[in-house]
């Protein structure tokens, strides 16, 4: 991420971090795109994950033929810059 904070405009990058789920910790990777607005900023992340990531079986579930492998996860950001005294 752009630093410092661009006061208005279109940023892209990536936010990497750990994920638990299920007592099973692993890295992701979120490809972000945030906007700025004066001292708000709204962002999209999204990122893939699989179930052996986090060592979950797929659901098996009567009448459904299949369950993809790929979970396909998206986050939706709105935020507010404060600077501290």
């Known amino acids: ?24 910790t692993s890295p992701v990777t979120f490809d972000v795109t945030a906007e700025f607005a004066g001292d708000r900023i709204s962002a999209d992340a999204n ?9 979950m079986s797929k659901p098996r579930l009567f009448l459904i033929v299949s369950v993809a492998d790929e979970i396909s996860l998206e986050l939706e950001v709105q935020a507010i810059v404060a600077f501290s005294p």
């Open 47 to 55: 990122t893939v994950i699989t179930f052996d990531q986090f060592g």
């Open 1 to 24: 991420m752009p630093w410092p904070l661009p006061v208005d405009g279109v940023a892209t990058f990536e936010l990497l971090g750990d994920m638990t789920m299920h007592g099973v």
